[in-house]
């Protein structure tokens, strides 16, 4: 089963740098909270926004020349991958504790 552990581990083993696997992976916050706003019709307030927005700008600042490296494409997906599968398992237990 490949998880949000598994993920970032064949986007590293991949060609991915452990910081940028971190890194992607580090936008759960984000789209979590754009998936609890849309579809769960949770409130997130300007404030919160606005530190996802200054945490996003972070993670772009540190990825931008990094990008063109030399990952493979199987390294993005798998890191993809765990992004989705720590935000959804997040959306998870959220609702499932209701």
């Known amino acids: 089963m490949l998880d949000s552990c598994g ?4 986007s590293i083993a991949t060609g991915l740098p452990a910081a940028l ?3 992607a992976v580090g936008l759960q916050p984000l ?3 754009t998936i609890a706003n849309r579809l769960l ?3 997130v307030v300007a404030r919160q926004w606005g530190g996802l927005l200054l945490g996003i700008a972070g ?7 990094a ?3 030399g ?3 199987l390294a993005w997906v798998a890191s993809l991958v765990a992004l989705l599968s720590i935000t959804f398992g997040t959306i ?3 609702t499932s504790q209701r």
């Open 41 to 43: 019709g949770e409130r």
């Open 71 to 73: 990952a493979t494409p």
């Open 92 to 94: 998870y237990r959220s």
């Open 21 to 23: 696997s971190a890194l």
């Open 7 to 10: 993920g970032a581990y064949v």
């Open 67 to 69: 990008i063109i490296g």
């Open 31 to 33: 789209l979590t909270s």
């Open 59 to 65: 993670v772009y600042l540190v990825q931008d020349k």
